[in-house]
T-cell receptor
Framework: DGGITQSPKYLFRKEGQNVTLSCEQN?????MYWYRQDPGQGLRLIYY???????QKGDIAEGYSVSREKKESFPLTVTSAQKNPTAFYLC?????????????FGQGTRLTVV | KQEVTQIPAALSVPEGENLVLNCSFT??????LQWFRQDPGKGLTSLLL?????REQTSGRLNASLDKSSGRSTLYIAASQPGDSATYLC????????????FGTGTKLQVIP
């Protein structure tokens, strides 16, 4: 089955730790995205990548880092610099422009600071 | 900067009622607009995608319209069912340069049996 897989589903982080969230897709999509979702707020874009080895900061990139070494994978690292990391994180992918393609989402990772 | 607004934030209707969810956006230079459904604690499920050149899309009991010039989209749900209860999000993909997808804050729908 084609789709996007995020892991783990639940993640707990201690203060001062870096943690990495995994996002893998087998849809052959060029573009991948990371969003953060907080209660009562819309999804906010953290980072996006239109092609391998290239990525751009979104609206709330501070305290996060990404890499795009393979087309299928777009891991997100939440660093200790992110002061309020507890949130629901969603990864998405789509076909790159030109063309207005559909975005597909993973099932999310819920990160909690303990 | 693109801003997307969804009104109302929450809606409660009796089963069987037809309903309309609204989405407005500030920058009309878009590639497409997509409607999603999100169940609690889950990811997003795509419902309908409307390209910028299209006026509407239909899937089953769902119909989405797009008026790009006025920056508005509506999602029409016919004959609502309790299983339709979820949060509905709209998202616009901007055209030009690096394309970003901007989401609205969602409408939480409850269909009462």
């Amino acid at each position: 089955d084609g789709g996007i897989t995020q892991s783990p589903k639940y993640l707990f982080r201690k203060e001062g730790q870096n943690v990495t969230l995994s996002c893998e897709q087998n849809l052959n999509h060029d573009a991948m995205y990371w969003y953060r979702q907080d209660p009562g707020q819309g999804l906010r874009l953290i980072y996006y990548s239109q092609i391998v080895n290239d990525f751009q900061k979104g609206d709330i990139a501070e305290g996060y880092s990404v890499s795009r070494e393979k087309k299928e994978s777009f891991p997100l690292t939440v660093t200790s610099a992110q002061k309020n990391p507890t949130a629901f994180y969603l990864c998405a992918s789509s076909i790159s422009p030109p063309g207005g393609s559909e975005a597909f989402f993973g099932q999310g990772t819920r990160l909690t600071v303990v | 900067k693109q801003e997307v607004t969804q009104i109302p934030a929450a809606l409660s209707v009796p089963e069987g009622e037809n309903l309309v969810l609204n989405c407005s956006f500030t920058d009309s230079a878009i590639y497409n607009l997509q409607w999603f459904r999100q169940d609690p604690g889950k990811g997003l499920t795509s419902l309908l995608l409307i390209q910028s050149s299209q006026r509407e899309q239909t899937s089953g009991r769902l119909n989405a319209s797009l008026d790009k010039s006025s920056g508005r989209s509506t999602l029409y749900i016919a004959a609502s069912q309790p299983g339709d209860s979820a949060t509905y999000l709209c998202a616009v993909k901007n055209s030009g340069g690096y394309q970003k997808v901007t989401f609205g804050t969602g409408t939480k729908l409850q269909v009462i049996p």
